[in-house]
């Protein structure tokens, strides 16, 4: 038992964790400051936000495929997850335990149908695998309409809705994920993902299986997006299969991007910042502005592309961005430290110092938001040189 | 040097449409042996190699590892049975630092054995793997002389230290049987005969077979103890060095009349 600390002592690096700090102060704060119902709203839709951008920037960013699906899955889990709600309510009586089952079950069905998408990601890349989940999203909305037992086009009512305190749940199983992911994107497995990544026929040649791997992050990814949609299906007296559309997805896609593809870090910040400027803008702009809040929502995303790919702005860049800023505080905290400590800088590990986040992905931005079809990336083009060589 | 075969090869051969890119390939290949494969451009030296190592699936005779039938199997299996490659034009895993890459290559040893949920949970096995594996990456880095550079991305390394890292990331994934293609593409002389070190090095203290294709025919010469020298998909000739470079045969598909 001991050794097991030590281990966890170790290897301890605090820049590793402070996320999972800052989202529980946040949330304490919240519960401290007892929040007004339009607060508890904008808090609970953050939080499905945080769990959606971060499963699907798991496949977009460390497994490095490009799936517009995600909202499908969101789907099925919020209806499933009401429906089932519905049937057991009055048998369990207990709200939190209903909605722990259904998050649960609305989860693994989501999953088993994410196991159905990985498989087409076996066989396909990039715009071809796109247009696979994209349809899949789509499929599911119109099948999730045409059930009487889901309502049909009219919705599916939610009469046990869980009320203004789903806010906190949503963020007690966005912590949760956010461990779970985070743990394995550190570990042999996250290793064996981001080489799929970084060069699929390496990573065959290394034995890293990479049928199973391709099929486990998705069968996650959707796990969590399903649980996200439990969520939100139990905030909501209603459920309308309009929720779940192309629009979602894209909306969903756009936190990964802007927080940046194989940034944790960046997706939950991206996707507590675009729910808040949505409902912001949507509170402040009367009327028929409102219709401005989608023009706000895409110079965001310029300024971003601009800020992050424009060589004039590079050096602003390095001064400025968030992990240079973070190293200058925790730089001059350290330093302090040590200066105190001389004996304790050599007995840190400094082994592996590259972070995670910084890793760029396969997927380029521009690729992701222009429309035209790009020729495939210039790994692939190798590839078939390679095997039509000598 | 014994005389236990390695690697046998029994009439291999593929055929793309009407192309026959291999045919009729035979290599018996002993414990500690470093055997060359040469032959001009076109010759299918890479295509056995991608046989061998599951990109390709033979079209014609079987392949033996140990005495154990691998033909056919996929790039993984025959990776974890025990054969590891590298690549003509080099395929690291550039986005990762230069230990990550090694840790890939020891993903699949069977003493680091430890699931994805055991990982997520945080079991003590992943801390105890982690460190073990670690340990290894280190010792392995040290031994290409890459210690220094473990925390650098791969894609910033000099091209010769990337050649090597290639070798330490195969050589991570303990094969009984190593594949070098063309290692010493692009090389000056100088960084051809450290590699030549490396190369024996790698053989005496891994006891690796290592089979290796090369167009440097010094290099070759210098460093296999048996030669097959491929043209057109077929064998010209086999044998050592010397008995196959003189053959008439090889200097005409070299040099010409």
């Known amino acids: 038992m001991t050794a097991y600390f030590k281990n966890i002592k170790n290897g301890f690096k605090p820049k590793n964790y402070i996320n999972y700090v800052v989202i529980t102060l946040f949330l304490i704060i919240s519960i401290i400051s007892q929040p007004k119902t339009s607060t508890t709203t904008l808090l609970a839709n953050m939080g499905f936000a945080i769990i959606l951008a971060v499963s699907l920037n798991l496949v977009v960013g460390f497994l490095g495929e490009l799936s517009l699906g995600h909202a499908g899955f969101m789907c099925i889990g919020a209806y499933i997850g009401t429906f089932i709600s519905n049937q057991i309510f009055d048998a369990i009586g207990s709200k939190l335990v209903v909605l722990i089952l259904t998050m649960i079950i609305g989860g693994l069905i989501a999953a088993i149908f994410g196991y159905i998408v990985g498989f087409s990601a076996l066989r396909l890349k990039g715009d071809y695998l796109a247009i696979v989940t994209l349809a899949f999203g789509e499929i599911v909305r119109d099948i999730c309409k045409n059930i009487p037992a889901f309502g049909g086009a009219m919705g599916l009512k939610n009469p046990h809705r869980y009320g203004n305190n789903l806010y906190i749940v949503a963020f007690v199983v966005a912590l949760i994920m956010l461990i779970l992911i985070q743990n394995l994107i550190r570990s042999k497995h996250g290793r064996a993902i981001t080489a799929v990544r970084d060069n699929e026929i390496a990573a065959k040649a290394m034995g890293i299986n990479v049928t199973y791997y391709k099929l486990f992050v998705f069968v996650l990814s959707s796990f969590f997006a399903g649980v996200a949609g439990v969520l939100y299906g139990s905030f909501n007296s209603i459920i309308l299969y309009g929720d779940f559309s192309f629009n979602k997805s894209i909306e969903i896609l756009v936190m990964v991007v802007l927080g940046g593809m194989g940034s944790i870090n960046g997706s939950i910040l991206a996707a507590a910042l675009i729910t808040f400027i949505n409902t912001f803008l949507q509170s402040k702009l009367p009327g028929d502005l409102s219709a401005l809040r989608l023009l706000v929502y895409a110079l965001i995303l310029m300024i971003v592309v601009i800020f992050n790919n424009a060589p004039a702005l590079h050096k602003y860049k390095e001064k400025y961005s968030f992990s240079a800023l973070f190293a200058k505080v925790y730089g001059k905290i350290t330093d302090k430290f040590y200066a105190k400590h001389p004996e304790k800088k050599q007995a840190r590990i400094t082994d592996d110092s590259a972070a995670w986040n910084r890793v760029p992905s396969k997927i380029k931005m521009d690729e992701v938001l222009s429309t035209d079809i790009l020729p495939d990336d210039k790994n692939n083009d190798t590839d078939t040189e390679d095997k039509r060589d000598e | ?257």
Request: hydrophobic letters at 40%.
């Open chain 2, 1 to 257: 040097m014994n005389d236990k075969i390695v690697l046998k090869t029994e009439h291999l051969g593929i055929t793309f449409g009407g192309l026959k890119a291999a045919q009729d390939v035979n290599l018996n290949i002993k414990e500690k042996e470093l055997y060359g494969l040469i032959g001009p451009n076109g010759a299918g030296k890479t295509t056995v190699f991608n046989m061998l190592t599951g990109v390709y699936k033979p079209t014609t005779g079987k392949f033996y590892l140990d005495g154990e039938d691998l033909t056919g199997k996929s790039e993984e299996t025959i990776n974890k049975k025990g054969i590891a490659r590298t690549f003509q034009n080099i395929r690291l895993f550039n986005n990762m630092s230069v230990i990550r890459n090694v840790l890939v290559g020891l993903h699949n040893q069977p003493e680091f054995r430890c699931s994805p949920f055991e990982s997520m949970l945080r079991f003590p096995r992943h801390f105890e793997n982690e460190k073990a594996m670690r340990d290894k990456a280190k010792e392995l880095l040290r031994i290409f002389g890459l210690e220094e550079e473990r925390n650098n991305l791969a894609c910033n390394l000099p091209y010769g230290k990337q050649r090597k890292l290639e070798i330490a990331r195969a050589l991570a994934t303990n094969p009984k049987l190593l594949l070098l293609d063309e290692p010493a593409a692009g090389m000056n002389p100088n960084e051809t005969e450290e590699l030549m070190e490396t190369v024996r090095k790698i053989r005496d203290e891994f006891n690796m077979t290592i089979l290796l294709i090369e167009h440097d025919l010094k290099f070759v010469s210098g460093l296999c103890d048996e030669i097959t020298v491929l043209n057109f998909g077929t064998v010209l000739a086999q044998g050592t060095a010397e008995e196959a470079l003189n053959n008439p045969e090889v200097v005409k598909a070299y040099i010409g009349n």
